[in-house]
């Protein structure tokens, strides 16, 4: 093992208010720590927040299990070292991939957060991300760095190919928009965050976001300045953990409008978003990286910027970009047993 990885170790939640799926022993899940989501009808998205969240449309989903939590570090790690797995942000990007690129950006990298030190504008995110040189799972804020000492938090630095391979590993998948946004409300339909209508119920902070003005300060009071470890917030409706603040989450959609949805006559059943060649960023012609849906918000997210530790809130991300704010969960659709 090296000695930027966690020891393997147990990283399932330890708060004593997570409770089970109703009536759904775990002894029936198909791995551990994987909760029984039942089906149902929803209203997916919102109206009343970033344009990309509108319009609110209903759909239904088949019931599935899904992972209690983000896949942690010490997880990952286990995953690594049976399949002796390199990640993206761990190999230098093939020249023939990104024709006209400077090559000193061709190199093992990932994209890290930086704390600027003076005021910045909020209109370009080069201000505040960097691409680090070393960054990645191993080594989460680059060079020196070490995830040794953190094997309950969220794995990140993690591109698509990388979640896609440890789910396949798993015997698992990744949830689709529709899937993770159910999952998230915990049977809150309709409600802002993922535990009501109350950023902070009886002054109590229920996920990690950012706490002052982004991204010169966080004052941390919700007890966390970066990531927290798995199991650090209350469970949703449930049981499901941390669905908002933390991480972004990778779904399988291919990123792309509500609108063909929103249209159809009645309730979309079980969705899968919208086409990869649909997913291309119209606003970078001649680019043709396909992007994911990504949901949840992060603990980056703040009340001046990115108000997105919301259900409805979801973004695009590149499939070939990895960040420090970017993790995952899986999930399973297996039949419940009888």
């Given at each position: 093992?090296?000695?930027d990885?966690?020891?393997?170790?147990?990283?399932?939640p330890?708060?004593?208010?997570?409770e089970p799926?109703?009536?759904?022993?775990?002894s029936?899940?198909?791995?551990?720590?994987m909760?029984?989501i039942?089906?149902?009808?929803f209203r997916?998205g919102?109206?009343?927040?970033?344009p990309?969240e509108?319009?609110?449309?209903q759909v239904g989903?088949?019931g599935f299990?899904m992972?209690?939590?983000?896949v942690?570090?010490?997880?990952?790690?286990?995953?690594?070292?049976q399949?002796?797995?390199?990640?993206?942000a761990?190999?230098?990007?093939?020249?023939?991939?990104?024709?006209g690129?400077?090559p000193e950006l061709l190199?093992?990298a990932?994209?890290?957060?930086?704390?600027?030190?003076?005021?910045v504008s909020l209109?370009?995110p080069?201000?505040?991300w960097?691409?680090?040189p070393?960054?990645s799972w191993?080594?989460?804020?680059?060079p020196?760095?070490?995830v040794k000492?953190?094997?309950?938090?969220?794995?990140?630095?993690v591109?698509?190919e990388?979640v896609a391979?440890?789910?396949?590993?798993?015997?698992k998948e990744l949830p689709t928009?529709a899937?993770?946004?159910?999952?998230a409300r915990?049977?809150?339909?309709?409600?802002?965050?993922?535990w009501?209508d109350e950023?902070t119920?009886?002054g109590r902070?229920m996920?990690?976001?950012?706490?002052?003005?982004f991204?010169?300060h966080?004052s941390?009071?919700?007890?966390?300045?970066?990531?927290?470890?798995?199991?650090?917030?209350?469970?949703?409706?449930y049981?499901?953990?941390?669905?908002t603040?933390?991480v972004?989450?990778?779904t399988?959609?291919?990123?792309?409008?509500?609108e063909p949805?929103?249209?159809?006559?009645c309730?979309?059943e079980d969705?899968?978003?919208g086409?990869?060649e649909g997913?291309?960023?119209?606003?970078v012609?001649?680019?043709e990286?396909?992007?994911?849906?990504?949901?949840?918000g992060?603990?980056?997210c703040?009340p001046?910027y990115?108000?997105?530790?919301?259900p409805a809130a979801r973004?695009?991300?590149?499939?070939d970009?990895?960040?420090s704010?970017?993790?995952f969960?899986c999930?399973s659709?297996?039949?419940?047993s009888a």
């Amino acid at each position: 093992m090296s000695n930027d990885e966690p020891a393997v170790l147990d990283a399932r939640p330890r708060r004593d208010d997570r409770e089970p799926s109703p009536g759904v022993p775990e002894s029936e899940a198909p791995g551990p720590g994987m909760i029984w989501i039942p089906g149902g009808t929803f209203r997916m998205g919102s109206d009343d927040h970033y344009p990309e969240e509108s319009p609110t449309h209903q759909v239904g989903v088949d019931g599935f299990w899904m992972d209690a939590h983000t896949v942690t570090n010490a997880e990952f790690s286990r995953f690594v070292k049976q399949t002796r797995y390199v990640t993206s942000a761990e190999r230098a990007p093939d020249p023939a991939d990104y024709p006209g690129a400077v090559p000193e950006l061709l190199v093992a990298a990932s994209a890290v957060f930086r704390q600027p030190t003076r005021p910045v504008s909020l209109d370009n995110p080069y201000n505040w991300w960097t691409y680090v040189p070393g960054a990645s799972w191993r080594q989460p804020q680059g060079p020196g760095s070490s995830v040794k000492r953190l094997p309950d938090h969220p794995v990140v630095h993690v591109a698509w190919e990388d979640v896609a391979a440890y789910a396949e590993w798993a015997g698992k998948e990744l949830p689709t928009e529709a899937e993770w946004e159910y999952a998230a409300r915990g049977g809150l339909d309709g409600a802002t965050y993922a535990w009501g209508d109350e950023l902070t119920p009886g002054g109590r902070w229920m996920a990690n976001t950012w706490q002052g003005e982004f991204p010169l300060h966080n004052s941390g009071e919700d007890g966390y300045r970066g990531t927290a470890p798995v199991g650090s917030y209350p469970p949703n409706g449930y049981g499901l953990l941390e669905m908002t603040g933390n991480v972004w989450e990778w779904t399988s959609d291919w990123y792309g409008a509500h609108e063909p949805a929103a249209h159809a006559c009645c309730s979309v059943e079980d969705p899968r978003g919208g086409t990869r060649e649909g997913s291309h960023d119209p606003a970078v012609p001649g680019t043709e990286i396909p992007r994911k849906v990504m949901k949840g918000g992060s603990h980056l997210c703040a009340p001046n910027y990115c108000r997105r530790y919301r259900p409805a809130a979801r973004m695009a991300q590149p499939i070939d970009t990895s960040t420090s704010h970017l993790g995952f969960r899986c999930v399973s659709r297996g039949a419940r047993s009888a």
